[in-house]
C-alpha cells in the first residue's frame, strides 16, 4: 500500500528485501532486549522466527483437530469452503 504514491515497492525494494529488514530487526532488537549470556543471546536473537511460526503450526493443528473433534464446525467449515469455491469458479 503506498502513502501519496512512494511506497516500500516504489523505492526499489521487493518483498524479500521487506523480510530481511524485518529478520535483521528482530535480531538487533534481540541482542539489545535479551537479558541472557551472550552465546545464548545470540542463539535466540538468531532463530525469533521461529516462535511465530510455531505459533501459526499449533492453530493450524487445533484448528484440524477441532474439525475432526466437532463434526458439526467441520460440516460449518466444509460447506463455507464449498460455497467460497463454487463463488470464486
Known sequence: M???GVGLWALGFGVWDLGFAVY????VWGLIAIDARPAAR???ALVW???PLAFVLTITI???ASLIAYPAFGAAVLAAAGAMW????
Open 2 to 4: 503506498d502513502f501519496w
Open 24 to 27: 535483521v530487526a528482530g535480531v
Open 49 to 51: 522466527p521461529l516462535g
Open 86 to 89: 463454487w463463488a470464486v469458479t
Open 42 to 44: 545470540l542463539g535466540l
Open 62 to 64: 487445533l484448528l484440524a
